[in-house]
């Protein structure tokens, strides 16, 4: 198997959970999701949903670049005898940070329900912080799945995730 090549598996079910999280779970989107979380969760306090909406795009599209920044630096010159041009470095940087914008699209989503008039400010905040424990549910949840566990298994994986995000959150809100 190749890097960036899904693993086969005989099983339908289990390839398509293997792409899902191979392909679409990074600690970049884990990490995004949590993150986005406690912007949105301290711009509740402080402003509406509309602001909160644009404060918290623009704070998460700068963790983004700050993380291809440090990729970036970290990645370009010599490695391991080889050279590795800027352009190259800049193009894996931005491939491997892509989980800080794509983390917070479905909390972003749901808070810009607000300024659209489809829910008001309140629901909106709350939709957008409970979907990113939603997020970190299922993808506890798959990480068993992935490896044929049982559904209770499962259940409780996605509980424990869920639970330790919520615990990280808080922990940064407290900090903040």
């Not at 979380?37 to 509406?48: F, G, K, L």
Request: charged share 15%; proline share 5%.
């Amino acid at each position: 198997m190749t890097a960036g090549t899904p693993h086969t598996d005989p099983s339908p079910g289990r390839s398509a959970l293997r792409l899902l999280r191979h392909e679409f779970v990074t600690p970049e989107a884990i990490y995004g999701t949590v993150l986005i979380t406690v912007i949105i969760a301290v711009q509740e306090e402080e402003s509406t949903a509309d602001v909160g909406l644009i404060v918290s795009a623009l704070t998460a599209f700068v963790f983004w670049l700050a993380h291809v920044f440090a990729h970036t630096v970290a990645r370009h010159g010599v490695k391991r005898g080889k050279e590795v041009p800027l352009a190259t470095a800049v193009r894996e940087a931005i491939f491997h940070s892509t989980g800080f914008l794509t983390g917070p699209l479905i909390p972003l989503l749901l808070l810009g329900l607000a300024p659209l008039g489809i829910l008001d400010d309140e629901s909106a905040y709350t939709a957008a912080e409970v979907s990113s424990l939603v997020i970190l549910f299922v993808l506890g949840a798959l990480a068993l799945a992935e490896r044929g566990r049982r559904w209770y298994a499962c259940l409780l994986g996605g509980l424990l995730t869920s639970g330790v995000g919520l615990l990280v959150i808080a922990l940064e809100l407290i900090l903040h």
